[in-house]
């Protein structure tokens, strides 16, 4: 399940599907388009229902992606479950210019994104 909503200071997306790379890529892209539209700079994912764990490569591509699809946007905060700490995507984002945050606490992420 997918949620989308555009809230007054940034898109908020829930989805707790399978970590299939393809299908993350296809929702990075839909959400950007969301963001576009409603002409919002941040970005709030909560992904800590997310089924599975990416491998380390496919954690590459989803940064890759990430970078390529949220360009223009001022933050993208990720909330992951808390067994992942390594945050390799965000290290791949924020090096290519993405200002990112990869986080297990909902708190810690919207407070991220008001600063």
Do not use: Q
């Not at 909503?5 to 990075?28: A, F, P």
């Not at 496919?58 to 970078?67: H, M, S």
């Amino acid at each position: 399940m997918k949620t989308i909503e555009v809230l007054d200071k940034y898109v908020s997306v829930y989805y707790d599907g399978t970590n299939d790379v393809n299908i993350l890529m296809s929702l990075m892209e839909e959400i950007a388009d969301v963001c576009k539209k409603e002409n919002k700079k941040k970005l709030l994912i909560d992904l800590r229902e997310m089924t599975g764990e990416p491998k380390f490569m496919d954690r590459f591509r989803l940064g890759i992606t990430a970078v390529r699809v949220f360009r223009g946007l001022s933050k993208v905060a990720l909330v992951y479950k808390k067994v992942e700490s390594n945050r390799f995507a965000e290290t791949v984002a924020v090096n290519r210019g993405l200002p990112t945050r990869i986080t297990h606490d909902m708190d810690e992420a919207k407070r991220w994104l008001d600063e």
